[in-house]
């Protein structure tokens, strides 16, 4: 029996050994580098993931610090008009506690942005934020050291705010933008992760616990970052409804404070101007009866001259009287009201044609409502005479036993409502006046093609 083979079988097994081995060892290196690969991607999947979520945070935070400083200055401002308009020493010292807030604020907000991307930007906004600040820190001076403001002064301050509401809204959508751009890029490398650790599964068991495990994570994180964006989403949308609500309380407050001060204005005007004018007219009469004959003749002239400025002060003052407190709408109605208030729309300086669809018999309105009527078609003829350049108007009220509707139209020059630069002040009363009782605005219009306000209210 030949023994050559034998040394070959035992040469054979060490190199099977050794081809054994060599392969164990090289799936061992492939499972170690697949393993730390997948451990490397998950580490910097995990840190890209934590890296969105601080920026994300940091977004949020540095809008939050944006939201306070717009809600500081617009608590300052309130404040700073409440005192002007009724030198209550409560308001001052709001405006007071206000003032150190919006300083801590900016410094914040410079803070947060220092050597950012958006250090220009914000730069701006500091700038506009402090002027703003120092214009009111000026009224109340003014106001404390009893210097009169007029409205003029308080729109400049209302242009200033809403200019600097548009550049803290586009820094906002810029953060905002900034955040999606965050999550989306988080969420594509999640998306990545998961495939990779879907093709790594495959090699093996431990692998495949390991990319369970890492999804795991993932799906905890993404969970983290909806909560997250819920709870934001929940609190923007809560103090949008806390703003919107404390605006249009004050809005209410300011136009309540505005009526009563031009009812009181038309009754001094009435019982003591409309008195010494009659008083002096009826002495003029007076005297030009007792003077004699030689001496009449030497001040005639004057004297009907005299009488004559008397009589126009008379209607002026009925007029100014009426403007600030409609004395038909409170003694006739709504409708004799809105006749006497298209007439003489009628025979302004420009003839305008003027088409009515008015009820025949009186409503059953509130005083309020009746008010806000008047008023809403008293700024739409006020806005037709000074921009429209219209030469029809029609106007039209159908009360019903559920709604009142009240619609003007002109064909005039018409505007953009889109437009940045219109100025909507007049619009913003009408819109508050319906608001305030429950109803719907709409107002249509376009270049050229005239303006159609329609208002629609709860009976």
Known sequence: MSNTPLPAQLNER??????LRRSTHLYL????????????????QASAGLDALKEFGLMNQRADHLDRLSQLLVEAQSSVRGYALTREPAYFNAYKSVRPKIHDTLEIIKRDEQGGAQAGTVEQLVKRAENLAARMELTARHVEGGIALDTNWFAQDSLAMDAYRQQQATMKVALLTRNLQNVKQSTNGFENARLSAIVLAGASLLLLMLVVSQQQKK???????HRMLAQENERLEYEVRSRTEELTNLATYLTTVRETEKLDLAREMHDELGALLTAAKLD???IERKLPSDAQALVAQRLVRLRQSLSSGITLKRRITNNLRP?????????????ALIEEFRQGEEKIDVVVAL?????ELSEDVSLSLFRIVQEAFTNIRKYAQARHVRVSLHVTAETIELEVED???GFDPASPKLARHGLAGIKHRVFTHGGQLDIRSAPDAGVTIRVTLPA
């Open 327 to 339: 004395a038909l709408l409170y003694d006739l109605g709504l409708i004799e009201a809105l006749k």
């Open 14 to 19: 060490p190199r099977s050994d050794d081809g």
């Open 359 to 363: 009820p025949e018999s009186e409503p």
């Open 284 to 286: 003029a009469d007076w």
């Open 219 to 225: 799906q905890d994180l993404r969970e983290k970052i």
């Open 411 to 413: 064909d005039g020059v």
């Open 29 to 44: 290196a492939v499972g170690m580098a697949l393993l730390i690969g997948l451990l490397v991607a998950s580490y910097m």
